[in-house]
């Protein structure tokens, strides 16, 4: 785990493990209440939620544990981390020219279809996350073995 002066500096949301039931969820639930908290408007919640989802889902499914989630507050931006114990940088696909959601062309699709379609392929989820924060995120390694998938959370 993170050393604590480091945890309580960055405001920690959520920890878990590999073996944690259900730890997406409760990792969602938690973030949604600390940006309540924070009295941010619905439609930000609900956009940094899904967004923070796919972080903490692809360290669950992909990284080595324990796993935290973090805020952090700097004088303009409201940044939430994923912490976990793989530092390799995963490879980041390459992001369509277009929105993800994008009409089709021809007036056919776009929309839920579009949406079905971006959720039924493996490694979609980061476009999800670009989307939403308006491509205000990454990784970065700190040196301490870990590896920190951020995200700037838009309208904070």
């Known amino acids: 785990m993170m050393p604590p002066s480091h945890a309580a500096a960055l405001g920690l949301v959520y920890t878990w493990t590999s073996a944690t039931p259900g730890a ?57 981390e994923v912490y976990d114990y793989d530092p390799r940088i995963p490879e980041i696909p390459a992001f369509p020219a277009t929105g993800v959601f994008a009409p089709h062309p021809e007036g056919r699709g776009g929309g839920l279809e579009a949406l079905s379609a971006c959720l039924s392929e493996r490694g979609r989820g980061l476009h999800i996350v670009d989307q939403l ?12 073995g870990t590896k920190v998938a951020w995200m700037v959370i838009p309208g904070a």
């Open 24 to 80: 997406p969820g409760r990792a969602r639930t938690a973030l949604r209440r600390a940006l309540e908290r924070l009295e941010l408007s619905e439609d930000v919640i609900t956009d940094a939620v899904l967004a923070a989802s796919e972080l903490v889902g692809n360290a669950t499914d992909h990284a080595t544990g324990p796993y935290e989630m973090m805020l952090r507050r700097t004088a303009v931006e409201l940044i939430c």
């Open 133 to 144: 924060t308006g491509g205000a995120w990454g990784f970065r390694l700190p040196g301490d």
